[in-house]
C-alpha cells in the first residue's frame, strides 16, 4: 500500500487557493481512478482506491496547512508503512505556474506543510510539486499562495491536474520519470 498525501487547509473558504492545489490533485486522482467513498479516518479524509496493480490511501489532513503531517504521521503508522510508502501534493513557489515536478527528499523551503510532514515522519518522502509560480518578492507571498486561482488561470489548472490523475500510474508503479515526462507532454 501507498499514501499519497495532498496538502490543503480544510473548509470551503480555502478550496480554490493556490496553497490548496494538493487537495484538488487528490480530488481528480480519485475521480479519475473511482475511487472508493471518503472516509474521515486519521485526523482527515481518507479514500481508497486501486491504481494499476497498486493499492493506494489518497489522505487529505483535516488539520490547517502547518499540522498536516500529523495525519500523514498516524496513518503510516496505522498501516506499518515507511517513509518510502508516502508521496506528498504540495504547492510549490520555486515552479513556473503548472509545472509538475518530483523528487525524493528535500528541504521544506518555508513551506508549512512540508515542514510538518518532515517533523512528523522525516524528510525521505516523494514530493510532488505543483508549480503555483512566485508572486516576484517575499512580502508578498502570504498573500499569493493564500489568495484563490484567477479566472483565466482555471483552464490551466484543470488541464494540470487532468494530467496529473491520467498519469498517476507511473507514480503508482515508481517510474517518476515517466510521469514527469508525460505530464509535460500532455500540457504541452
Not at 490523475?165 to 515526462?181: H, K, T, Y
Request: hydrophobic letters at 45%; one cysteine or more.
Amino acid at each position: 500500500m501507498q499514501i499519497w498525501a495532498g496538502l490543503g487547509n480544510p473548509g470551503a473558504q480555502y478550496a480554490m487557493q493556490r496553497h490548496n492545489v494538493g487537495f484538488m490533485a487528490a480530488d481528480a486522482i480519485a475521480e479519475v481512478h473511482g475511487f472508493g467513498p471518503v472516509r474521515k479516518q486519521f485526523q482527515g479524509w481518507t479514500q481508497e482506491g486501486r491504481i494499476g496493480a497498486h493499492k493506494i490511501l489518497l489522505l487529505k489532513p483535516a488539520t490547517f496547512m502547518n499540522e498536516s503531517g500529523r495525519a500523514i504521521g498516524e496513518a503510516l503508522r496505522f498501516y506499518k508503512l515507511g517513509i518510502d510508502a508516502l508521496t506528498v501534493f504540495h504547492d510549490e513557489l520555486d515552479l513556473a505556474p503548472f509545472r509538475v515536478k518530483v523528487k525524493t527528499g528535500g528541504g521544506a523551503a518555508g513551506h508549512n506543510g512540508l515542514r510538518s510532514t518532515d517533523r512528523h515522519c522525516g524528510p525521505d518522502y516523494r514530493r510532488v510539486r505543483l508549480g503555483i509560480g512566485h508572486p516576484g518578492h517575499k512580502d508578498r507571498v502570504h498573500g499569493y499562495v493564500l489568495g484563490n486561482y484567477a479566472r483565466d488561470e482555471i483552464d490551466p489548472l484543470a488541464a494540470m491536474l487532468g494530467a496529473v490523475a491520467a498519469e498517476a500510474a507511473w507514480l503508482a508503479a515508481g517510474d517518476d520519470v515517466r510521469f514527469m515526462n508525460d505530464v509535460a507532454l500532455r500540457l504541452g
